[in-house]
Structures are given as structure tokens and as C-alpha cells.
């Protein structure tokens, strides 16, 4: 296989109450990577497209994920080189380090035709996010591995579990053009929750569950709540509570933080409703001296998509 | 209707990481209620057989539940006699009140033809937990109420979601004939909890959720952990982790403390590791100068059962 070109989806994680444990993956934005065996050998890193990110290996999520599967291997004479065009702008909390690293780990293993499983391919897609965040959660690059939703059901051992995606449902996305950093938002949530609030976000964990098995979009509404993370960190996201009403008064099932912020998300049965809340999305921030950008997706069911040549 | 014959089971709330918000119905033990229209207004509760309980309605769970109930049918001149036939022993951890008070509700309704939906049921049968608990906890009322696996997605407002049952469980219950009283239980908990333990714990409701509606007894055994309460509270049950280890090497599913304990019960997949697990239990314990006793059941489907004449 001379190249392969990549395709990594955006992600939602926590869909409010899976805090670290929830994601699902959108059909857009998606980043592109083109892969190709390069004579010379280790990671190449030849373009980058769309972001202000290093080109050296160890300090890119791509080419820290590249390297690492070059290191199991334990072939020195192989290298790869790498093309990436960012459309996922890092920092937006809809998964772009995640994208990168799932798309660096899928990319790899077709070229290389190492065919590795998806779960070793979510654990070296790990090591992206832990370049990226400081910590390796699996709740975007598991979904953006194996698509639609999943749940990290543990992590010692990994174990993520893929959930039935509802047949009919679309994201809407708004991502406030301010910078929120990873290590930020988690160093804002306590060490420690109450018994009482712990016990609300898993009775709605088991509904959310529920609702995706039963395809139940009411009860898929009750269940997007989040008593741990959003009281917190919805402080650094511009008029978040008046995105969460006013979308619901137009359709919305619910939503709330994608990831750790800016972007909010909020979730609907059908294009026509995901349009409405992007343009009430529009009016609000219309008020607000902040650039926005507004992505509709339905949920991407592939993960990863890739062609090769 | 001139009598109603009450069966209400034993519940085991909790199921490890379910705190306060999943419990099952079994078959065995199950109390016996009689109640019949009496021709003195309020409540009479005219015998109570194997165990000490107040025959003052106001200080007895049943008494409290049927008082409710004829308070909200605004009819002074209505009365119900009752005789309480208590086979599941108090203190027991294996819902001892809340199928007292779930059998108050199920019997009042059938006997005066008050036709009130389940949810409403389950309601009037919080007030008699609160009365033995302190608290009015719905994951042991739920279930007794409804029959199989309830999750308590919510309090305020106050929604119970059944949950599938697998085809084949079985569940062996030792109780430790020791006292604990659920108010010291409650207590000993910590009022918050680590972040990190959340996390697992939520990560283990959804993949337990995830394993009910797949049937998937594999991802059951993997998913009845608790990081919360049985740290704590396996501390007042001899021999707790003696036979957790030792139950599954005779083909447990999994377990841990039933609701606040003392009880533990095990799951099995047939009627033989049911058994074999009763077995272990008593060679265990038989080292112990603690009296014991053991039920093995299949779980109930339907909830209180009845007859009437």
C-alpha cells in the first residue's frame, strides 16, 4: 500500500452525565490525514494544515501515536510520513487531539496492515491524548475509533462497551472562538463530589443507557443532565445557560458542554430542528463580541473512515 | 372484595454499583399480608406473626402506608383491618420494610378498588420506608412493586425505570443473623466521594444497564463492582470477602451486600452454582459463631402477588 488517506471525526464527550465515561462521534467536522511509507525511517511529519501544532514526532498527537506503534514493531527500518489538515481547531472540546490520535492510530495500521484490534488501537491512540491533556481518557478516541457511542467502562483494564446509537439523531454544535484549556477545566471540577450529587449522575448514567437501548429520545432528554462538571464549568462558556433553554424551546432533547468546553452541544430528532437550534444559536451570540462557528452533524456510526491506494 | 392475600418479596437493593438506585425482586423470602375492609374507621392491624413489630399503625410500616393511603382517599368512614405474616426477617438487608410497605400499598389498592398506578403505589410505599430507614429509598419499594430489576433514575420528580431481566439468574443470600441498623449503615458512608471512584462507579451502571438489556452475563460479572458503600460497610460482615472469593470460584456471577447488609447475595446463571454457592456458604460460615440463614431464588418478574375473595 503506497498512502492512505484518513478521515477523523469530531466527538462529544460526557454527553452531560457520562462524565469521563461517555462519547459519541459526529460525521462533521472531521480532520484529514494522508499517510504514506517514507524510505527514511520513524515518524515524518511533512504538513500541517489549519492549526499551529509542532512538526517534531514527540510533540505532535499524531506523531507521538505514529512513533509508538513504530516502537511495538520493533521494526527500525520502517518510517511513515504524514500530512495532516486540521478542520477540527484544537481546543474546541469537540475532540480534536482525539481526532488526531484516532485517526494517527486507524491511518497506521491500514498502511502498515499491522491489523490491529480496536481496542489496541484506542490504547495507542491513548498516548495522543495523554500528549495532549496530561491525563489518557478514552471517552473521545473511543468513539472516534469504533463510531457512535461509547461507554469507558473501565479503564484498569481498559474496557469500553459500544452503545446502540438512536436512529434518527443530530448534533448541533456551537464552539465560542474563546480558549479554555484542558488541564483548566478539569483543575475547576472538586476532588471530591457529594454522595448526593454522584448518586443523581448515575441514576441518569443508567437511564442514558436505557434510552440509547430502548431508542427513546424522552427519556434520552430527562437523562442529559449533569450534576458534577457543567455547574463548574459552564462559568468560561459565554451565555451557556441561555444556549441550553432557548435551544430546548426550539426543539433541542438536550445538550449541554461537549467535553470539557467551549463548544455546546445539544442533540434533535431531525435536520430540520438541529437548523433551528443553530440559528437561535446565531441570535444569541449575535449579542455577544465573540466569534462562533456552528457545526450540524448527524452521528457518525464508522468512526474513522479512511481510502487507500 | 371481602379479603386480599398479599405476597410481597425480598428485594436486593443496591446490586454493588447501583447505590441507591437499582434493585431486584426475588421470589424467596416473601411476607404474607392479609387485609380485609373493616367496619372501624383507620387502620387495624389485628396480628403480627415472626417478628416484633408495633401494632400501633402510626409506628408500623404497613400501618403508615395504609394510613397514607386512606389520608388521600378523604373517606373517614373507611377502615382496613390487616394481619402481617412476616417472613422476611427485619434488619435483614434483603428489604425487609419495603416489602411491608410495598404489600401495604398492593393490598390497600386491590381491597378498595382504588386503581392507582404503580408509580403512585410505589410513592405511598416510600412513607413506610421512611419510617424504618429515616429515608424514603425507592430502590427496594421499586422493584417489590414492580417485579425484576428497577432503576431509580430520579427522585424529584420521583421516575422508575425497569430494566430487563436476564432469562436465566439465580441468587443465593446468606444473612448473618448480626444487627445493623440501616441509619449506622448510612452513616458510616462518606458524605462525598472521590471523583475518581465516581467515575468508576458511573462507568460500572452503564455497562451493568448496557449488560441487562444485552442479557450478557459476562459483562454483568464485570460490571458488579462497588467503589462506594461495600469498602466501607463489608467492615460489620464476617467473612465478607471470604465469600465473595470464595462464591465465584464455585460460578458466582458476582455480588456483594445486599442493600446495607449484613445479607450478601451471589448470582448464578442456574439452579446447580445456585447451590453449589449455598454450599460454600455454609462450610464458611460454619467456622463462625454466628447463626446464619440462606435463600436461593430465581428473580420475580411480576412484583407483590395476590388473591382475592
Same mark, same amino acid.
Do not use: A, Q, T
Given at each position: 500500500m503506497k498512502e492512505v488517506q484518513v478521515y477523523s471525526p469530531a466527538t462529544i464527550a460526557n %454527553?452531560?452525565?457520562? !462524565?469521563?465515561v461517555l462519547g459519541m462521534a459526529l460525521n462533521e467536522p472531521a480532520d484529514e490525514m494522508i499517510f504514506r511509507k517514507s524510505p527514511s525511517p520513524g515518524v515524518h511529519i511533512t504538513k500541517i494544515l489549519g492549526a499551529q501544532l509542532s512538526k517534531q514526532p514527540d510533540k505532535n498527537v499524531v506523531g507521538v501515536v505514529l512513533e509508538k506503534i513504530l516502537h511495538h514493531l520493533s521494526n527500525k527500518k520502517l518510517g511513515i510520513e504524514v500530512e495532516i489538515y486540521k478542520n477540527i481547531k484544537p @481546543?474546541?472540546? &469537540?475532540?480534536s487531539s482525539a481526532a488526531s490520535a484516532a485517526g494517527a492510530a486507524v491511518g497506521a495500521n491500514i498502511l502498515l496492515g499491522t491489523n490491529l484490534k480496536p481496542i489496541d488501537l484506542i490504547k495507542f491512540a491513548l498516548e495522543g491524548e495523554r500528549l495532549a491533556s496530561g491525563t489518557g481518557h478514552a471517552d473521545n478516541v473511543a468513539p472516534a475509533i469504533l463510531g457512535g457511542i461509547s461507554l469507558?467502562?473501565?479503564?484498569? *483494564? %481498559?474496557e469500553i462497551i459500544s452503545l446502540p446509537s438512536p436512529k434518527k439523531l443530530w448534533a448541533t454544535i456551537i464552539h465560542p472562538d474563546i480558549e479554555i484549556k484542558t488541564l483548566d477545566a478539569r483543575q475547576i471540577l472538586n476532588k471530591k463530589v457529594s454522595m448526593k450529587d454522584a448518586v443523581k449522575q448515575w441514576g441518569n448514567v443508567g437511564a442514558l443507557v436505557s434510552a440509547l437501548y430502548r431508542d427513546d429520545v424522552y427519556l434520552l432528554n430527562r437523562s442529559l443532565?449533569? !450534576? &458534577?462538571a457543567e455547574p463548574l464549568?459552564? &462559568? !468560561? &462558556? *459565554?451565555a451557556f445557560y441561555a444556549l441550553k433553554i432557548e435551544c430546548k424551546k426550539v426543539g433541542a432533547i438536550g445538550g449541554g458542554i =461537549? @467535553? =470539557?468546553? *467551549?463548544s455546546v452541544f445539544m442533540l434533535s430528532k431531525n435536520k430540520d430542528i438541529a437548523e433551528k437550534i443553530a440559528k437561535r444559536m446565531t441570535e444569541i451570540y449575535t449579542f455577544l463580541p465573540i466569534k462562533y462557528r456552528i457545526y450540524i452533524s448527524t452521528i457518525n456510526n464508522t468512526g474513522v473512515k479512511y481510502n487507500f491506494k
Open positions: %454527553l452531560c452525565c457520562g !462524565f469521563d @481546543g474546541s472540546g &469537540i475532540g469507558v467502562k473501565s479503564y484498569c *483494564p %481498559l443532565e449533569d !450534576f &458534577i464549568r459552564s &462559568i !468560561f &462558556i *459565554p =461537549s @467535553g =470539557s468546553g *467551549p
